[in-house]
């Protein structure tokens, strides 16, 4: 009886281990629409598809995190851009954001999806955000010097940067790799 007592109570930890594992997977609706509106405006008037890429095997240790990798494609099917989805820490918690990468690996974009703090959010100003633009090499993005501080949001502007550089080496060791 205390056997099969203890067999249902892993069960079910399994269970809602699982659960929460692909709850928090996954980004709420709000976040997708923010990425439909962002390629809306970068291509307006145009249906970009989003084809997600494997790169599971290809993702190096010091990459914590989520990463999904998508190519965006025309309607001919011709590759018009990258879009990645991570995420970084904050002070508490940790906050979702996209990357949008032209086909040679420069940063068209970035989007802060979902941001679950009080303080730091200023990080999500397209201002801000723009010091990223027209970057391909992490070497070009060193916070407090390339990429200024943010008074009151210091924690997640680092962490930010470092989450941004992490994710353009990754995305150029997948090329070297020839996964995308």
Known sequence: MV???LYRMKKNRLIIFLSLLFLSADLPQS????????????????EIQKKQVNVEGYIENNLKGK??????LNSSSELIAYMVISNANS????????????????????Q????????????????WLKQFYGKSDSSEMKFG???????????????ITK??????????????KKVI
């Open 31 to 46: 976040a997708y629409k923010k990425i439909d509106k962002t390629i809306e405006v970068l291509w307006p008037n145009q």
């Open 67 to 72: 990463f999904t990798l998508s190519k965006l």
């Open 3 to 5: 056997f099969l007592f």
């Open 91 to 110: 002070k508490a918690d940790f906050f979702d954001y996209m990357i949008i990468f032209k086909p040679d690996l420069t940063i068209m974009t970035i």
């Open 112 to 127: 802060v999806l979902i941001y679950r703090e009080d303080y730091g959010g200023e990080i999500g100003s397209k201002r």
């Open 145 to 159: 010097y390339d990429i200024q501080n943010i008074s009151g949001a210091t924690i997640s502007a680092n962490s």
């Open 163 to 176: 989450g941004v550089q992490l994710v353009t080496n990754q995305m150029h060791h997948l090329k070297s």
